[in-house]
């Protein structure tokens, strides 16, 4: 069965750092583009960074510019999030998904296969 998990949240000071880290089973990941979305409690679901299978990268809100970066091994089907100088705000569960394989979509229901989600907690 095709699925992706989630690894890396937890709770963090502001202004610390976490990876995060979406493994797939499978092919999952094979010419798709993979997204990074959050959601808040009590928020919709935001788009926050998503990179192609060629490895080109959207970045969502401008909050996260600058601080939070996107990357992929296609050979060990892995695509992390590295997040720094975190804040509060920032507090979210973290999805991963894939997507269609010929651009990166900020629309969640253009990705079709979704993990389960990792907590991360920012602490002021």
């Known amino acids: 069965q095709v699925q992706l998990v989630e690894s890396g949240g937890g709770l963090v000071q502001a202004g610390g750092s976490l990876r995060l880290s979406c493994a797939a089973s499978?092919?999952?990941?094979?010419?798709?583009?993979v997204g990074w979305f959050r959601q808040a409690a009590g928020k919709e679901r935001e788009f926050v960074a998503g990179?192609?299978?060629?490895?080109?990268?959207?970045y969502g809100t401008d909050s996260v510019k600058g601080r939070f970066s996107i990357s992929r091994d296609n050979t060990k089907n892995t695509v992390d999030l590295q997040m720094n100088s975190l804040k509060p705000e920032d507090t979210a569960v973290y999805y991963c998904?894939?997507?269609?394989?010929?651009?990166?979509?900020?629309?969640?229901?253009?990705?079709?296969?979704w993990g389960q989600g990792t907590q991360v907690t920012v602490s002021s």
């Open positions: 998904a894939a997507g269609p394989s010929t651009y990166v979509p900020m629309q969640a229901h253009q990705y079709g296969l």
């Open positions: 499978g092919r999952a990941f094979s010419g798709r583009a």
């Open positions: 990179i192609a299978f060629s490895g080109s990268k959207l």
